[in-house]
């Protein structure tokens, strides 16, 4: 595009109308005029016109450092003409609540804003947090009044809240839904009210469920309802691929395999390496039973009998921190094993590099991100091998074993004799070139463009597909 033919004057007008009154109509029609003021915007696009010798791609690196760079860079392409995705995230797992689901959504949204795109988080509120919030880079974030009843879930209304994001979408003008995590009501519903208004949707599975409890049958029959009507899927794993197929019923040609990354800036490694006099071994999770907690309390006593050396640094809450605290108490370990207790994500990384080795005890894995932050500070990893856990890391950065005391054991002792090998700052470089949060955010925009080219399907059409998983699908639907 020729910038001498820009639509702003150099005066910063444009048909005749000052600079101010032309801004808004760029921004989303909720967005504050004094917070666009208060970011340099209006500057920085007079410099759009008055620079046209930097050339468009210097001056888009120009205009785009600084503060408000990810909204300035939604502005910058639409007044380029580019296309932009206008995408609403949805689940009931965000901040200041901690996670793997939590981070995903936060750093794919950062990311995606300075890709160009505008992208709003809708979740539930946190305690007083409630509300309109904006967090770094522009990001809006909508903490509608809903309470969670369960491990941070909404109770489920099915038509309760339709009416506010009914509201959310048409005010933000949105283009496509991103849903994440199966077990979240706030985004099953989310899905299916936009399906209903006719948005494009896509749905992205962070973990695995099993076929034969009870929980897992209810939790599989109302992913097969809200899947049938998504138009693509992402997961993390091939593994968690495979077992969403299996579990939703979707076309594997619609589902589309994109892992996690790592913050590298946030994750790095110690200046100067630890001594190897005492091993340190760090474990940094919520203390329930699908992470293996039950599998510490039986792996931490062989270890430091085995191995005098060796001391343990424990990070994390949950139910079953009681019995680590009394296998504590029961072998005398008060010395050796210390108990943290939850941990900020802004302090994680300050407990890795206080360690040599990362410990891993999930007994059920899509893909665990903490592995990464582990490995990018530069600490070999042992970790129990479950669902997509194996394609996390090579052969070299990772010890695997089966989720049996007796193995972990090994593997334990295996990593200790491989830490003369191992070079943190090496390894740290390693995982920026394996992963970036930004590789994720442009394989996810391929899958937007995927979902947006899907063609719309008549009611005869969604009823047949509806019809597949019952009569009870098909009833529910037309209630819808």
């Not at 913050?263 to 006099?277: E, I, N, V």
Request: proline share 5%; with cysteine.
């Amino acid at each position: 595009m020729d910038l001498m033919k820009s639509p702003i004057s150099s005066t910063g007008k444009r048909n005749g109308q000052g600079s101010q009154s032309f801004l808004p109509s760029l921004l989303p029609s909720s967005f504050p005029t004094s917070t666009v003021s208060s970011i340099g915007i209006l500057g920085r696009l007079r410099k759009l016109h008055q620079n046209p010798s930097l050339g468009l791609e210097k001056l888009y690196r120009h205009l785009t450092t600084g503060v408000g760079n990810s909204i300035f860079l939604v502005i910058f392409t639409d007044v380029m003409g580019g296309p932009t995705h206008r995408i609403l995230m949805v689940s009931d797992f965000f901040y200041p609540n901690f996670g793997g689901v939590e981070n995903h959504i936060y750093y794919l949204s950062q990311c995606l804003l300075k890709l160009g795109h505008w992208v709003v988080v809708l979740t539930h509120a946190y305690g007083n947090r409630s509300g309109v919030r904006y967090m770094t880079g522009g990001l809006k974030v909508y903490y509608i009044p809903w309470r969670p009843f369960l491990m941070q879930n909404t109770l489920p209304t099915f038509y309760g809240t339709l009416p506010i994001i009914r509201t959310i979408l048409i005010r933000e003008k949105i283009s496509l839904v991103h849903g994440h995590q199966a077990f979240s009501t706030l985004c099953h519903e989310a899905l299916m009210h936009a399906r209903t208004m006719g948005y494009k949707v896509v749905f992205t599975d962070h973990s695995l469920y099993g076929f034969a409890d009870v929980g897992s049958i209810h939790m599989n029959k109302v992913l097969q309802f809200t899947l049938a009507d998504v138009n693509q899927a992402i997961c993390v794993s091939h593994t968690s691929k495979e077992n969403t197929v299996l579990r939703s019923g979707l076309p594997p040609e619609k589902v589309f395999v994109i892992p996690n990354a790592v913050d590298t800036a946030m994750f790095k490694p110690a200046r100067s390496r630890l001594s190897y006099d005492k091993i340190i071994i760090v474990v940094v999770s919520r203390l329930v039973y699908r992470k293996g907690a039950d599998l510490l309390v039986e792996v931490i006593p062989e270890v430091c009998r085995l191995c005098p050396n060796v001391h343990f640094i424990i990070g994390g809450d949950g139910p079953k921190r009681v019995r680590l605290e009394e296998m504590r108490e029961k072998h005398s370990l008060q010395d050796r094993v210390e108990m943290l207790g939850a941990v900020p994500h802004a302090q994680v990384q300050s407990v890795l590099i206080s360690g040599h080795i990362f410990l891993n005890s999930s007994l059920t894995e899509a893909f665990c991100i903490a592995i990464l932050e582990a490995a990018s500070c530069g600490l070999l990893t042992v970790s129990t091998r479950v669902g997509g856990v194996p394609e996390v890391l090579p052969d070299d950065m990772i010890v695997l074993a089966e989720p049996v005391p007796s193995d972990m054991v090994w593997a334990i002792k295996k990593a200790i004799h491989m830490l003369p090998q191992i070079d943190p700052q090496e390894m740290h470089l390693r995982m920026k070139d394996l992963y970036s949060w930004y590789d994720v955010a442009r394989r996810t925009e391929v899958v937007y463009d995927h979902a947006l080219k899907c063609s719309d399907e008549n009611l005869l059409e969604h009823l047949s597909r509806y019809l597949t998983f019952g009569a009870w699908a098909v009833s529910r639907y037309w209630n819808w």
